[in-house]
């Protein structure tokens, strides 16, 4: 069955770099119509979405954050990476990975989540 | 800032009818994008309890039904239960954004 799982630091420096790791199960990313997405959830706020990755190592991000975020995949590790710049307290939340429905925009399965706190 | 709104909460007794409702715009429901509904408890991953405005996962409770018309959606539970107090988040996708929208979330407190 589909598993998703986040992992990172749960305190990050501002202006440090962010990365957090998506390790899944139960699909292969190298499938046709697979994609991993980010999404995040700030305190007070909505959800947000980040960035997703596609099989075809196709790439998306939101507009509003896309010159600071980055997202790569290790097919054989069946990981996918998120990278962050120049952090700031606003970027502080709980972000999550989940598995876009293959050629859908809904989000079938969702990892737990992992709290990042941005603190000096 | 969500681009689909909700009802920050609602509540009703064990047993009694709720709905949730998410509106859009022309841009997301209204551009006709499938609305889909999300559950968040603590502790457990999100899980998607509608899918395409009005599909049932399976697994997923027949208490739990989905509508949508014009520019907005609802969720509703019928035959409340305790296990249902939760956060609720509809998602749809917007043109204008050419991204991923969510709603602004809504806490159902059970009686």
């Known amino acids: 069955q589909v598993a998703l799982r986040e992992s990172g630091p749960a305190l990050v420096r501002p202006t440090e770099t962010l990365t957090l790791t998506c390790t899944f199960s139960?699909?292969?990313?190298?499938?046709?119509?697979?994609?991993v997405i980010w999404i995040r959830q700030s305190p007070g706020k909505a959800l947000e979405w980040l960035a997703r990755i596609d099989w075809d190592d196709d790439k998306d991000y939101n507009t509003s954050l896309k010159t600071r975020l980055s997202i790569s995949k290790d097919t054989s590790k069946n990981q996918v990476v998120l990278t962050m710049t120049n952090v700031d307290p606003a970027d502080t939340g709980t972000y999550y990975c989940?598995?876009?429905?293959?050629?859908?925009?809904?989000?079938?399965?969702w990892g737990l989540g992992t709290l990042v706190t941005v603190s000096s | 800032q969500s681009v689909l709104t909700q009802p920050p909460s609602v509540s009703g007794a064990p047993g009694q009818r709720v709905t949730i409702s998410c509106t859009g715009s022309s841009s997301n429901i209204g551009a006709d994008y499938d609305v889909h509904w999300y559950q968040f408890l603590p502790g457990t991953a999100p899980k998607r309890l509608i899918s395409g405005n009005i599909n049932r996962p399976s697994g997923v409770p027949d208490r739990f039904s989905g509508s949508k018309s014009g520019t907005s959606a609802s969720l509703a539970i019928t035959g409340l239960q305790a296990e249902d107090e939760a956060e609720y988040y509809c998602q749809s996708y917007d043109i204008s954004l050419s991204g991923y929208v969510f709603g602004t979330g809504t806490k159902v407190t059970v009686l």
């Open positions: 139960g699909f292969s990313l190298s499938t046709s119509g697979m994609c």
């Open positions: 989940a598995r876009v429905r293959p050629f859908g925009y809904e989000f079938d399965f």
